[in-house]
C-alpha cells in the first residue's frame, strides 16, 4: 500500500539522532509522545507518562489474553507496561526507526519489534487491541490534497478495521491542527513539516472523525493541548540542564533546534493552533455502506 506520509528516510532523520540524548529530554522511559497530567505543579514528568501509558491501558482494557499491536511504537515504552501492568500475552510494535528497533529488541526480547510501516505491515497473528500514539501526524504529507489525506487516513481505519476482532477496541493519540489550514504556508508551517518533521501533517479532527466513521463507534475523546505545552514545557526544561551532555552527543546545531522546536510548540499549543486528540475507538460489526460510499471515493 501507498505512504503518503513520512518515508523511512524522513523518520529517520528525525528520531536516530541518539538513543541517549533523547533520553536526556524525554527521560529513562523515553516515551516522545504528549503526558497525561492531573494538575498539580509537583507533578514529576515520568508519572504523566506512566499516567498516560496507564490511561491507554485501562481504555483498551487489556488483559492476559490480549495480542496488543503498537503502530509507531518508538522505543517500545506503551508495550513494556502493557505487559508489566496487565500481562499481555503478546505485544507487536511497528516503528520506522532503526535506532528504536534495536532499542527495543535490547530492551525486551518478548515484544516483537519491526521495521515496518503499517501500510505494510502483514500481521501472522490478528491483534485483538491496538493502540497508536503520536504516529498519525507521520501518516500525510504537506502538500497532499485533501482527499489524498482522506484516503491515507480511511486506509489506516479500513485496515485496523480489518485486523481487529468485532468489538475490538483501538486507542489513538496524535496532535491535530486546530488553525487555519490556509496558514499552511507560514514561516512555523514550513519550520516544523520542511525541518523538524520532514513529510509530515498532522490531520485535524475533522479528519480523523470522518475516516473512522464508517468503521469504528467513537467511544471517548479527550481534548488535551494544555497537555502537550505542559510536557514540551517539561522536555524544554531537562535539554536545558543538560544542555552540554546533549551537545556532545547530537552537536550545537540539533540542540539549538530542538530548543527551538519544542518553543514553538508550546507557542502553538498555547494558541490553539494546534490541540491534542486521545480517542477510543470501538471496531463496528460491519463497516457502515452508507457511510462509506463518500469513504469509498478515497
Ligand atoms: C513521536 S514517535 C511516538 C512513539 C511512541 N508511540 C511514544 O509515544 O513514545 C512516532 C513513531 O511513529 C513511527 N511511525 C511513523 N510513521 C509510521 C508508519 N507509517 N508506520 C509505522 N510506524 C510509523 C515512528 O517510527 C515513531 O516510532
Redesign the pocket.
Known amino acids: 500500500m501507498t ?1 503518503l ?2 518515508s ?1 528516510d524522513a ?1 529517520s532523520r ?2 536516530d539522532v541518539s538513543d541517549e540524548y533523547y533520553r536526556l529530554f ?1 527521560g529513562e522511559a ?5 503526558a497525561l497530567w492531573s494538575g498539580p505543579d509537583t507533578e514529576s514528568l515520568e508519572e504523566a507518562q506512566t499516567a ?1 501509558l496507564d490511561y491507554f491501558v485501562r481504555q483498551l482494557e487489556l488483559n492476559a489474553d490480549d495480542h496488543l499491536l ?9 508495550l513494556s507496561r502493557a505487559r508489566q501492568v496487565a500481562g499481555i500475552r503478546r505485544a507487536t ?5 532503526t535506532n ?1 528497533r534495536d532499542h527495543i529488541a535490547r530492551l525486551d526480547t518478548r515484544i516483537d519489534v519491526r521495521l ?6 502483514e500481521p501472522e497473528e490478528p491483534p485483538s487491541k491496538i ?5 498519525f ?3 500525510v504529507s504537506p502538500g497532499n490534497s485533501r482527499e489524498q489525506r482522506l484516503a491515507a487516513y480511511v486506509a489506516f481505519f479500513r485496515r485496523c478495521h480489518e485486523w481487529l476482532p468485532p468489538g475490538g477496541l483501538l486507542g489513538l ?1 496524535t496532535i491535530g491542527q486546530d488553525g487555519a489550514m490556509e496558514n499552511s504556508d507560514s514561516r512555523m508551517s514550513s519550520f516544523f513539516e520542511e525541518t523538524v518533521f520532514p513529510e ?1 501533517s498532522p490531520p485535524r479532527l475533522s479528519e480523523v472523525l470522518e475516516a473512522a466513521d464508517p468503521f469504528f463507534h467513537l467511544g471517548e475523546l479527550r481534548i488535551d493541548g494544555d497537555h502537550y505545552r505542559r510536557t514540551c514545557d517539561a522536555w524544554r526544561e531537562n535539554l536545558k540542564r543538560n544542555r552540554i551532555a546533549a551537545t556532545d552527543l547530537a552537536g550545537e546545531a540539533t540542540v539549538k533546534l530542538y530548543l527551538i522546536y519544542l518553543r514553538a510548540c508550546m507557542f502553538q499549543f498555547r494558541m490553539l493552533y494546534s490541540n491534542l486528540y486521545r480517542f477510543t475507538f470501538e471496531r463496528r460489526k460491519e463497516p457502515l455502506t452508507t457511510v462509506l460510499a463518500g469513504a469509498g471515493r478515497y
Open positions: 505512504n506520509g513520512a523511512q523518520i528525525h528520531y524525554l523515553m516515551v516522545y509522545s504528549c498516560k503498537d503502530i509507531g511504537c518508538g522505543w517500545g515504552a506503551m510494535g511497528l516503528t520506522l526507526s528504536q515496518v510501516a503499517w501500510q505494510d505491515h493502540v497508536s500514539i503520536g504516529a501526524e507521520h501518516f493519540q509530515s
